[in-house]
């Protein structure tokens, strides 16, 4: 089972843990680092009124390779090099975010989770993780297209409900 | 040049800020195991 690591600098927090599709292996991050925060609820007013004092956490994801690079200077959430993903890998890799996010929920129980989705590829998957979930995300509720540009996701978690 | 999303223009720079801070903790012996 993958580990999970927490970065704490100046009290701001990232929880990073690593896993693998089809031999990639990724780096996925979850931080509720305010200034990000803030600056969400600026990508449009159904945003801010989603998370205006809510706990919440953005999700994101990059090819390990480009991120344990330090002095990297390409795009960081590029795809991976050579490696076209098919139906099944995507699916795999759909799962994988899924139980991460699964397990990162069961600990930090945050009200929602915020995601966006800068390809027209990880838009479908996301809005297939928002519409085809896990058993166990049977709880959440999604919310779809949101911001100027509908590239926005939201999924509340069962904890937003019991804090409203 | 590709035009990105003003959500899209956050998000790389969130992920920028994330992998630094990565960088950051690991050098100063900060990024510390947790269990999820």
């Known amino acids: 089972m993958s580990q999970f690591f927490e970065s704490n600098l100046n009290g701001i927090r990232h929880h990073y843990v690593k896993f693998s599709v089809s031999h990639i292996n990724y780096v996925m991050d979850f931080t509720n680092d305010p200034d990000v925060i803030v600056s969400l609820m600026e990508l449009g007013d159904d945003i801010a ?3 205006k004092q809510r706990k919440v956490y953005t999700v994101k994801f990059a090819v390990e390779e480009y991120f ?7 795009d960081l959430y590029a795809p991976p090099k050579d490696h076209q993903f098919g139906k099944k890998e995507i699916n795999e890799l759909k799962n994988q975010l899924e139980t991460l996010l699964l397990r990162h929920y069961k600990v930090f129980h945050p009200e929602c989770y915020f995601f966006i989705a800068e390809r027209a590829s990880l838009r479908r998957m996301y809005t297939k993780m928002c519409h085809n979930r ?4 049977r709880d959440f509720i999604p919310l779809t297209g949101l911001g100027a540009d ?14 409203v | ?6 959500a899209a223009e956050l998000k790389q720079k969130a992920l920028e800020a994330a992998k630094q801070a990565y960088h950051q903790a690991k050098k100063e ?3 510390k195991p947790i269990s999820a």
């Not at chain 1, 344990?68 to 390409?74: D, L, S």
């Not at chain 1, 896990?134 to 995300?137: A, T, W």
């Not at chain 1, 509908?150 to 804090?163: A, K, S, V, W, Y």
């Open chain 1, 49 to 51: 009124s989603l998370l």
């Open chain 1, 68 to 74: 344990e690079q330090e002095n990297y200077g390409g």
């Open chain 1, 134 to 137: 896990n058993i166990e995300l």
């Open chain 1, 150 to 163: 509908g590239d926005c996701f939201i999924l509340q978690t069962p904890h937003f409900r019991e804090n």
């Open chain 2, 1 to 6: 040049m590709t035009k990105i999303s003003k």
């Open chain 2, 29 to 31: 012996g900060k990024l």
